[in-house]
């Protein structure tokens, strides 16, 4: 439905980008129903054997280019993120709350594959959903908490969020020490960890939390 890759779209093509990734996520919420998938914004997401997934087609703007960007987290992160932050009221948000929350665990992005596009935004949708059951599957199959923490780790340099998800994962992995390296080192470089919270970083939160040595709630 749009020129070949790479190629920078006038803005008349850019707008006809905008309308078709509004129709497409229109589309996604139609062929979700009756799947083990649900939308929110503009995301495909389900739980999936304790882990959250969520895919999300990103339509380029200045190029044509769709790509599915794939993310993943343990279920078990937000709520200790909650319990350690003195934010027992999310506990009864929905699922749906912890893709687009604001004080929820970033999600670690596991892969953005190129699809290609069709013109129909329906049967694009279409596509998108079986690519989401294929990603999440595999995704799915081969995750752990300690590649998790590990990858949160080496990217929180370009989303510093992903410190207070490592941090957390490093707990639920009963790494208690490691985790309070990870606040203090970030502690040193100024760093919040992505989260502020009446003026106290999550880094401090979390620290105080680990070296006072309180369990999990």
């Not at 229109?26 to 998938?37: D, I, M, P």
């Not at 207070?164 to 390296?181: G, I, K, N, T």
Request: hydrophobic share 45%.
């Amino acid at each position: 439905m749009a020129p070949d890759h790479g190629l920078h779209l006038n803005r008349e093509q850019q707008a006809a980008r905008r309308v078709y990734h509004r129709e497409l996520v229109k589309a996604l919420r139609r062929v979700a129903k009756g799947s083990e998938w649900r939308v929110v914004q503009d995301s495909l997401f389900k739980e999936q054997d304790g882990w959250l997934v969520c895919c999300r087609p990103e339509v380029g703007i200045v190029e044509a280019v769709t790509r599915l960007v794939v993310t993943l987290k343990p279920m078990a992160l937000d709520p200790l993120f909650w319990d350690v932050m003195g934010l027992a009221d999310n506990h009864q948000q929905p699922l749906s709350f912890r893709v687009t929350g604001a004080w929820v665990c970033p999600a670690l992005e596991q892969s953005s594959p190129v699809l290609p596009e069709l013109a129909d935004p329906q049967q694009m949708a279409a596509a998108c959903l079986q690519q989401a059951q294929q990603c999440g599957a595999a995704i799915v199959s081969g995750a752990n908490l300690e590649d998790f923490a590990a990858g949160c780790l080496q990217q929180s340099a370009d989303q510093s969020g992903l410190i207070a998800s490592a941090v957390m994962a490093l707990v639920l992995l009963d790494q208690r020490d490691a985790a309070l390296a990870v606040c203090r080192e970030a502690a040193e470089r100024f760093e919040s960890g992505g989260f502020v919270l009446q003026q106290r970083p999550f880094v401090d939160v979390a620290g105080e939390w680990l070296a006072a040595g309180r369990t999990q709630a």
